[in-house]
Nanobody, 131 residues
Protein backbone atom coordinates (compact mmCIF):
# COMPACT_ATOMS: atom_id res chain seq x y z
CA UNK A 1 0.00 0.00 0.00
CA UNK A 2 1.45 3.33 -1.08
CA UNK A 3 0.96 6.24 1.28
CA UNK A 4 1.65 9.73 0.09
CA UNK A 5 2.29 12.37 2.72
CA UNK A 6 1.91 16.01 1.80
CA UNK A 7 3.30 19.05 3.52
CA UNK A 8 3.79 22.75 2.99
CA UNK A 9 0.29 24.18 2.90
CA UNK A 10 -0.76 27.22 4.87
CA UNK A 11 -1.84 30.83 4.76
CA UNK A 12 -0.07 33.23 2.44
CA UNK A 13 -0.75 36.77 1.28
CA UNK A 14 -1.62 37.50 -2.35
CA UNK A 15 1.55 37.66 -4.42
CA UNK A 16 3.36 35.35 -2.03
CA UNK A 17 4.88 31.92 -2.55
CA UNK A 18 4.53 28.46 -1.09
CA UNK A 19 6.15 25.12 -1.82
CA UNK A 20 4.17 21.93 -1.41
CA UNK A 21 5.93 18.61 -1.01
CA UNK A 22 4.80 15.02 -1.38
CA UNK A 23 6.68 12.09 0.10
CA UNK A 24 6.16 8.57 -1.21
CA UNK A 25 8.40 7.10 1.49
CA UNK A 26 10.07 3.95 0.19
CA UNK A 27 7.96 3.66 -2.96
CA UNK A 28 10.01 4.25 -6.09
CA UNK A 29 8.72 7.06 -8.31
CA UNK A 30 10.88 6.47 -11.35
CA UNK A 31 8.28 4.96 -13.66
CA UNK A 32 5.22 6.86 -12.51
CA UNK A 33 3.57 10.08 -13.49
CA UNK A 34 3.43 12.45 -10.57
CA UNK A 35 0.70 15.02 -10.40
CA UNK A 36 -0.81 17.88 -8.45
CA UNK A 37 -4.50 18.57 -8.14
CA UNK A 38 -6.60 21.05 -6.20
CA UNK A 39 -10.18 21.34 -5.09
CA UNK A 40 -11.90 24.50 -3.93
CA UNK A 41 -15.18 24.40 -1.98
CA UNK A 42 -18.11 23.62 -4.24
CA UNK A 43 -15.88 22.90 -7.23
CA UNK A 44 -14.62 19.76 -8.91
CA UNK A 45 -11.09 18.55 -8.39
CA UNK A 46 -8.82 20.25 -10.92
CA UNK A 47 -5.62 18.81 -12.29
CA UNK A 48 -2.97 21.52 -12.39
CA UNK A 49 0.34 19.87 -13.21
CA UNK A 50 2.00 16.56 -13.98
CA UNK A 51 5.38 15.13 -14.88
CA UNK A 52 6.53 11.81 -16.26
CA UNK A 53 10.21 10.86 -16.42
CA UNK A 54 9.51 7.81 -18.52
CA UNK A 55 7.96 9.69 -21.42
CA UNK A 56 9.64 13.04 -20.81
CA UNK A 57 6.38 14.92 -20.36
CA UNK A 58 5.55 17.96 -18.24
CA UNK A 59 2.24 19.76 -18.29
CA UNK A 60 0.71 22.76 -16.55
CA UNK A 61 -2.91 23.74 -16.64
CA UNK A 62 -3.74 27.16 -17.99
CA UNK A 63 -4.70 28.46 -14.56
CA UNK A 64 -1.19 27.91 -13.13
CA UNK A 65 1.11 28.02 -16.12
CA UNK A 66 3.91 30.49 -15.61
CA UNK A 67 3.42 30.68 -11.85
CA UNK A 68 3.80 27.09 -10.63
CA UNK A 69 6.70 24.67 -11.10
CA UNK A 70 6.62 20.93 -10.57
CA UNK A 71 9.79 19.05 -9.68
CA UNK A 72 10.73 15.60 -8.49
CA UNK A 73 13.59 13.91 -6.66
CA UNK A 74 13.47 10.24 -7.56
CA UNK A 75 16.36 9.42 -5.23
CA UNK A 76 14.36 10.71 -2.26
CA UNK A 77 10.98 9.54 -3.60
CA UNK A 78 9.58 13.05 -3.25
CA UNK A 79 8.14 15.72 -5.49
CA UNK A 80 7.23 19.34 -5.04
CA UNK A 81 5.10 22.15 -6.38
CA UNK A 82 6.62 25.61 -6.17
CA UNK A 83 3.80 28.17 -6.28
CA UNK A 84 4.63 31.81 -6.97
CA UNK A 85 2.52 34.94 -7.38
CA UNK A 86 -0.36 33.32 -5.55
CA UNK A 87 -3.87 34.73 -5.92
CA UNK A 88 -6.96 34.33 -3.75
CA UNK A 89 -8.43 32.08 -6.43
CA UNK A 90 -5.56 29.64 -5.84
CA UNK A 91 -7.06 28.87 -2.42
CA UNK A 92 -7.98 25.19 -2.28
CA UNK A 93 -7.06 21.84 -0.85
CA UNK A 94 -4.09 20.59 -2.83
CA UNK A 95 -3.50 16.90 -3.49
CA UNK A 96 -0.50 15.03 -4.82
CA UNK A 97 -1.00 11.84 -6.77
CA UNK A 98 0.87 9.09 -8.63
CA UNK A 99 -0.35 7.33 -11.71
CA UNK A 100 0.37 5.54 -14.94
CA UNK A 101 3.49 6.57 -16.90
CA UNK A 102 1.36 7.66 -19.86
CA UNK A 103 -0.83 10.06 -17.89
CA UNK A 104 1.19 13.18 -18.49
CA UNK A 105 1.67 12.57 -22.18
CA UNK A 106 -2.11 12.21 -22.36
CA UNK A 107 -2.51 15.50 -20.50
CA UNK A 108 -0.25 17.20 -23.04
CA UNK A 109 -2.35 15.83 -25.87
CA UNK A 110 -5.80 16.62 -24.55
CA UNK A 111 -4.93 19.74 -22.55
CA UNK A 112 -6.29 18.44 -19.25
CA UNK A 113 -4.77 16.65 -16.27
CA UNK A 114 -7.52 14.14 -15.61
CA UNK A 115 -7.98 12.42 -12.25
CA UNK A 116 -8.51 9.12 -14.05
CA UNK A 117 -5.42 6.94 -14.04
CA UNK A 118 -4.01 8.17 -10.75
CA UNK A 119 -4.01 5.28 -8.33
CA UNK A 120 -2.44 6.84 -5.26
CA UNK A 121 -3.38 10.08 -3.55
CA UNK A 122 -2.16 12.19 -0.70
CA UNK A 123 -4.45 13.32 2.09
CA UNK A 124 -4.58 16.91 0.89
CA UNK A 125 -3.15 20.11 2.30
CA UNK A 126 -4.97 23.43 2.60
CA UNK A 127 -3.63 26.49 0.84
CA UNK A 128 -5.29 29.79 1.66
CA UNK A 129 -4.34 32.98 -0.14
CA UNK A 130 -5.69 35.97 1.71
CA UNK A 131 -4.67 39.33 3.06
Amino acid sequence: QVQLVESGGGLVQPGGSLTLSCDASTFKLDYYTIGWFRQAPGKEREGISCHSNLVGATYYGASVKGGFTISRDNARNTWSLQMNSLKPEDSAVYYCAMGKPSNCATAQTVGVVATKGYDYWGQGTQVTVSS
